[in-house]
Nanobody, 126 residues
Framework: QVQLVESGGGFLQAGGSLRLSCAASGRTFSSFAMGWFRQAPGKEREFVAG????????HYADSVKGRFTISRDNAKNMVYLQMNSLKPEDTAVYYC???????????????????WGQGTQVTVSS
């Protein structure tokens, strides 16, 4: 089983930047498409960003497009989410997730992912 651990969350003011990291265990990381999801209090978990196994394709939710950037470093078994121009509505617990099938596209449904991290809190004040 794959283990994912997020880090880098914090508390900051609107307009600030933050980089989230997700460390993955196992030798099969480079075979996994990866995604970032978030869940705010009282809301459903939603897709934020995804990246294919080689990093060649990325996809973003409309709400974060142009502000967030997903990337990965397969040599380090790491995936990142660079978050710029943060808004209060970005406040949520952020999760990374791994899709174990060999695919060359982005899955935007949480049900399509097989492994999940424990989450890291991002709080943005106005």
């Amino acid at each position: 089983q794959v283990q994912l651990v997020e880090s880098g969350g914090g508390f900051l003011q609107a307009g600030g930047s933050l980089r989230l990291s997700c460390a993955a265990s196992g030798r099969t990381f480079s075979s996994f498409a990866m995604g970032w999801f978030r869940q705010a209090p009282g809301k459903e978990r939603e897709f934020v960003a995804g990246i294919t196994r080689s990093g060649g394709i990325t996809h973003y939710a409309d709400s974060v497009k142009g502000r967030f950037t997903i990337s990965r470093d397969n040599a380090k078994n790491m995936v990142y989410l660079q978050m710029n121009s943060l808004k209060p509505e970005d406040t949520a617990v952020y999760y990374c997730a791994a899709h174990s099938r060999i695919i060359n596209y982005i899955v935007v449904s949480g049900g399509g992912y097989d492994y999940w991290g424990q989450g890291t809190q991002v709080t943005v004040s106005s």
